[in-house]
Structure formats: structure tokens, C-alpha cells
């Protein structure tokens, strides 16, 4: 399986600053690589599909001028959160699918808090 | 994708085996069953996945109805370290788009 990593795994940032978060497949060269966000006690809602090389696919209701996404690299997507306001605060988690078979590997997830 | 439908929480014993089931009633012929869990604070983990066969692998068995209509994930010897939310999605792998829709999930607490 591929080994994916975020970093940073924690951010606390103040209201209306612009955040990155990284997310490396570091054994795997990913052409595609999936955004999700969770609140607190609730599942994984899919943001946007980071596809290298090219936009990102957005899913319903994610601004994507709020979320953007660069899939620079195949072993790179970042994700920077513009304009942060307390409402974003969540865990942001990414994942990369190898095998053809739909099997996903997800990082380790970066909880951001915004005050 | 297929809508599942999962018991909220589950509660299993340390060294029992844990069962936890799922339905999934309108899934469709071209639709795999996955499982996945989530600890705490941390990204979820593929456990298993399987279209009609039972499967088997070094973490879990899956079980899947001859109608396809449920399935089961057995976790055979529970340990501490198994308590997580299990997640299962039914998805269709074969049109290389790997949007995977979760639910709610279970909660397995498993106790000492």
C-alpha cells in the first residue's frame, strides 16, 4: 500500500490568515489525490479531487477560491484554507487510491483551529 | 453510490469476536462492499473490501448475503486497539472514480 503524510498534523491560526497543508505520498507517485473534511464527531465529507497537472474538481457547496488546491507534483497536493474564519476549523485528511481496486490511503489528517 | 445503513454503536469484549453488520439493500450489480475503520483523531484505515465471494485477509473476514442486500465484517479475536468507527461503503471501483461516500459509520467500542 502507499504511505501518505500531512504535515503539519496540528495548526492554530488566527481569524483571516491563509493556511497550507501538505500531503505527500511519499511512495507512490499519485496522480490523483482526494480532500476530506471532518467535524467534530461527524464522517468524512469528500472537499475536491486534486489531480496533477491539472484544476481540481470541486464538490458541491466547497468554494474553491476558499480552498485552494495544487497538485504540483505526483507526490504533492496541497490544500491552503484562504481567509481562515472559525468555522473552518475541522480535520482535513487526504487520501490516494494505487491499486485500481478503489482501496484509499489516507494521511494522518491536520486538524486546523482557527480563532 | 448505494446508501448503507449501520448500527450506531456496538460494544464487544476483548478476545470475543466483534460483528458488525451492514445493510445495503439497492446496491447495484457492478457495486463492491468496503469496510473501513477510523481511530480516533486519526485518518481511516482500508480494512477489506468484496463483490459477492467472502473474503478474508489478515485483519478481517467479510461476509456478503447471496442477495448482496448486507454484509458482515468480522474482526476475529478483538483487541483494545480495535475500537474505532467501521465504516461501510459500497462503491464501484471499476469506473476509476474513487469518490468514496462515507456514512456515519459504527462506533466499536471494545472493552477489556
Known amino acids: 500500500g502507499a504511505v501518505v503524510s500531512q504535515h503539519p498534523s496540528r495548526v492554530i491560526c488566527k481569524s483571516g490568515t491563509s493556511v497550507k497543508i501538505e500531503c505527500r505520498s511519499l511512495?507512490?507517485?499519485?496522480?490523483?489525490m482526494f480532500w476530506y473534511r471532518q467535524f467534530p464527531k461527524k464522517s468524512l465529507m469528500l472537499m475536491a479531487t486534486s489531480n496533477e497537472g491539472s484544476k481540481a474538481t470541486y464538490e458541491q457547496g466547497v468554494e474553491k477560491d476558499k480552498f485552494l488546491i495544487n497538485h504540483a507534483s505526483l507526490t504533492l497536493s496541497t490544500l491552503t484554507v484562504t481567509s481562515a474564519h472559525p468555522e473552518d476549523s475541522s480535520f482535513y485528511i487526504c487520501?490516494?487510491?494505487?491499486?485500481?481496486?478503489?482501496?484509499?490511503?489516507f494521511g494522518e489528517g491536520s486538524r486546523l483551529t482557527v480563532l | 453510490d448505494a446508501k448503507t445503513t449501520q448500527p450506531p454503536s456496538m460494544d464487544c469484549a476483548e478476545g470475543r469476536a466483534a460483528n458488525l453488520p451492514c445493510n445495503h439493500s439497492?446496491?447495484?450489480?457492478?457495486?463492491?462492499v468496503y469496510w473501513y475503520r477510523q481511530i480516533h483523531s486519526q485518518g481511516p484505515q482500508y480494512i477489506i473490501h468484496?463483490?459477492?465471494n467472502n473474503e478474508t485477509n489478515e485483519m478481517a473476514s467479510l461476509i456478503i448475503t447471496e442477495d448482496r442486500k448486507s454484509s458482515t465484517l468480522i474482526l476475529p479475536h478483538a483487541t483494545l486497539r480495535d475500537t474505532a468507527v467501521y465504516y461501510c461503503i459500497v462503491f464501484n471501483s471499476g469506473g476509476s472514480n474513487y469518490k468514496l461516500t462515507f456514512g456515519k459509520g459504527t462506533l466499536l467500542t471494545v472493552n477489556p
Open positions: 487520501s490516494v487510491e494505487t491499486s485500481g481496486t478503489g482501496e484509499l490511503f
Open positions: 439497492t446496491i447495484s450489480g457492478n457495486e463492491y
Open positions: 511512495d507512490f507517485q499519485a496522480t490523483t
Open positions: 468484496g463483490l459477492k
